[in-house]
Structure formats: structure tokens, C-alpha cells
């Protein structure tokens, strides 16, 4: 019957998007494991491939060689649950764009900055330690604070618009302090080497940016 043909095609174009997805999703999650377990170097497609139950030749044909798939699950971490939409659409920072003033902006990007880190830190460290053999590496690493930078400043401009900054400070000059007190390595140093709570970190966050870029702080 030819009112059938279309709803059939929907629905098997449906599906397969869907198993698309769903391989995409499972190859991220075994490749962040690995990635984490294993570093740069002991993490191989076949292994990745054998743990998310697909072929060597999917995972090329979906993310195209090792790098690529770094980025992916790079990416998906700083995402979360929202792979589809750019970290600065998100909740958190439009939650940030939202808040009434500077100290209710800076609690709040440090509440949802904490749970990025605690997403991505572990990634970052394992292209931090290739970066020092590895030239395309070197260059991810480069590009992933570049992009963290960008980032903040969103949040530096948000709090500038607030309001005077400490010392006139400008919002340059706060994106730098950002970026610095909020990096995936110094999350790790407080919460793995300290022992710090994520909950702790976000607190003394809290604390350290108010201090270090609101005036009247003292």
C-alpha cells in the first residue's frame, strides 16, 4: 500500500540514527575509561574496540583515528548531559548570566564549573603527560586551555556587567584569574593529592574568586 512505504522508512531511518547514537555513546564510555586507565599511550582502537563491543572499523569510520576520539570524549565530558548543546548554552552558565548579582554568579559558576572539572580533569591530565612526547598532543593540550579561556571570559564579562570589579580590575584581567584558580589542574591537585571534596573545592572556589575579584573583599 503506498501510504505505508514513508512511515516504514521514518521508522527504520529512526532506528538506525538511534543505534548510531547509541554505538557513538558506548565507544565515548569505553575510551574515557581506557583514556583514564591506561593514558594516551596504553590505549589502543582494538582495545576500545573490544570494550565497547564494536569493530576497529566503526570506530574509525565514526571518529577517524586515535586524536579524534580523544576529542570526542574530551568534548562529551565538558557536555555532560547535554552533548548536543555548547558548554555556554547550558544551564550553568546561563544560571550564571541570570543571577541577580557578582557574589551569586561567582557561587553559582563555581557550584557548575566544579562538575565540569570533576568531568574532565582526569581527561586533561592524561594529554598533559603525552603532551611532553607528543607534538599533536602538545597542540590538543595548548588548544583545550585556549578554549577555557574563551569560556571564561563569558563568565568575566557577565561579572563586570554586574558591577566594579576589585582594584578596577577589567574584565580581561578577570578572565586570567579565572582561568587560573579554576583549571582541571588544580582541581586535581586539591581533590586528589589534598583529598579535597569536590563540595570543599567549589566552596574554597567560592571563596578565592569573591576574594580575588570583588571589591570590598577584604
Do not use: C
Amino acid at each position: 500500500m503506498p501510504e505505508d512505504v514513508k512511515p516504514k522508512r521514518k521508522y527504520a531511518s529512526t532506528r538506525r540514527a538511534s543505534q548510531a547514537a547509541d554505538t557513538r555513546e558506548a565507544v565515548i564510555s569505553a575510551a574515557r575509561q581506557q583514556f583514564i586507565a591506561s593514558g594516551w599511550q596504553g590505549t589502543t582502537i582494538a582495545g576500545v574496540a573490544r570494550a565497547a563491543e564494536v569493530s576497529k572499523e566503526t570506530i574509525y569510520a565514526v571518529f577517524g583515528n586515535k586524536q579524534a576520539l580523544l576529542r570526542a570524549v574530551l568534548e562529551r565530558a565538558v557536555r555532560r548531559s547535554d552533548p548536543g548543546v555548547p558548554l555556554l548554552q547550558q544551564a550553568g552558565p546561563q544560571a550564571v548570566a541570570a543571577a541577580a548579582d557578582q557574589r551569586t554568579q561567582i557561587a553559582v559558576f563555581a557550584k557548575d564549573i566544579t562538575a565540569v572539572l570533576g568531568n574532565v580533569a582526569e581527561l586533561v591530565a592524561v594529554v598533559r603527560t603525552a603532551a611532553g612526547t607528543d607534538i599533536e598532543l602538545s597542540e590538543l593540550y595548548r588548544s583545550l586551555h585556549d578554549g577555557r579561556r574563551r569560556n571564561l571570559a563569558f563568565v568575566a564579562k557577565l561579572l563586570a556587567q554586574k558591577g566594579a570589579l576589585r582594584h578596577s580590575m577589567d574584565a580581561e584581567a578577570a578572565t586570567g584569574v579565572l582561568w587560573r584558580l579554576a583549571s582541571p589542574e588544580l582541581y586535581l591537585l586539591m581533590t586528589d593529592l589534598e583529598g579535597l571534596q569536590p563540595a570543599g573545592y567549589a566552596e574554597w572556589l567560592t571563596g578565592a574568586l569573591t576574594d580575588a575579584l570583588l571589591p570590598g573583599a577584604d
